[in-house]
């Protein structure tokens, strides 16, 4: 019997048509360009136009679906349920069910670039853990209350969780940070399966029947980041410790939109966005889109984008994108 300890972990992104596809071809190139020795699988989640998506177009294109699978990429069918054109960041919770069971695995969200050798990181013999690069988006509690401890430990209680043993007791009471709250960019755990299915369902139960503390609290987008952190408590993880400290540094970027990684991130970051993508069957599709084509390959990210914040950038991403719109360097 193998030991799962020792598998490499697959990796799991959900691309469809339009810019998830861009972004995922870009992701697929940077692994393989940063991360050669990295031996799990890329699995590509595909949401079918069936269930929640009925309707829509969300099916990659030959050309996409070629160029990943040239990258070593695994494209995987499946039909969303639950979520889908309704809230499509649900689509991260269902496309677990695409992985094998009792294998480590780690999400990301397609608008990641690899930037390290990931094949160095202990995927096997850590608990469940998500990204930390995040800010406080999540709750906003009202004037008068509920305040976040009482909102956070509604969602302990409905699940029968320890709530205090999850806290940050470094932080102070009621400051956002005391209590476990992760960017769903990044999540990782040892089995798809069990994850997967109790993301689910707390997820629709959240959803379907949120606490009375959460009455004036918004779900859209926040229902998967609400969710995540009840999820990995549950299965004995927490805030990731030292050994994973390079998926929110060195190892990977989470940049958003593109327009958004020219303005903010190191000068290394692009370099290596560039190399990976230099190559000429990466080039012929990903010119195809207005972002890649005009900010990389026609160099104005570097030329028109870069200089805009050359005297430091400001405070919040907020401001840096009002900054790109007003100079028509952004693409929703």
């Avoid at 990731?240 to 290394?268: F, I, Q, V, W």
Wanted: with cysteine; glycine share 10%; aromatic share 10%.
């Amino acid at each position: 019997m193998t030991d799962s300890n020792l598998l490499p972990p697959n990796m799991l992104i959900v691309a469809q048509a339009g810019r998830l596809e861009f972004e995922a071809i870009i992701l697929a190139a940077s692994l393989r360009h940063a991360a050669p020795g990295f031996a799990g699988r890329l699995i590509v989640a595909e949401p079918q136009p069936d269930g929640a998506w009925a309707g829509h177009d969300t099916l990659l294109s030959a050309d996409t679906r070629s160029l990943l699978e040239s990258l070593g990429a695994r494209i995987v069918p499946f039909v969303a349920r639950h979520f889908g054109a309704a809230y499509p960041h649900g689509n991260k919770i269902e496309a677990l069910s695409v992985l094998p069971a009792d294998q480590p695995f780690i999400f990301f969200d397609t608008d990641t670039l690899i930037t390290g050798p990931l094949d160095r990181l202990p995927f096997g013999t850590v608990p469940p853990a998500a990204s930390m690069r995040r800010t406080g988006t999540w709750p906003e509690p009202p004037p008068y209350g509920p305040g976040h401890r009482a909102i956070w430990r509604s969602l302990y209680d409905r699940f029968g969780l320890d709530f205090a043993s999850s806290l940050d007791l470094t932080q102070p009471d009621e400051h956002w940070e005391r209590y476990l709250y992760f960017n769903a960019g990044w999540f990782l755990g040892p089995d798809p399966a069990v994850f997967g299915q109790r993301f689910l369902d707390w997820a629709l139960s959240v959803r379907d029947d949120p606490p009375d503390e959460l009455a004036c609290q918004s779900l859209d987008p926040w229902l998967d980041q609400v969710v995540l952190p009840l999820v990995i408590h549950s299965l004995g993880g927490g805030r990731p410790g030292p050994a994973l400290s390079g998926l929110d540094g060195d190892m990977t970027c989470h940049y958003r939109k593109l327009p958004l990684l020219y303005a903010r991130e190191p000068g290394r970051v692009l370099d290596m966005l560039e190399s990976a993508v230099a190559p000429n069957r990466i080039k012929k599709r990903l010119r195809e889109w207005e972002p890649a084509r005009k900010l990389i390959y026609q160099g104005k990210g570097r030329d028109k984008v870069r200089p805009l914040f050359a005297d430091g950038l400001p405070s919040g991403e907020k401001r840096i994108r009002q900054v790109l719109k007003a100079n028509g360097w952004w693409w929703g």
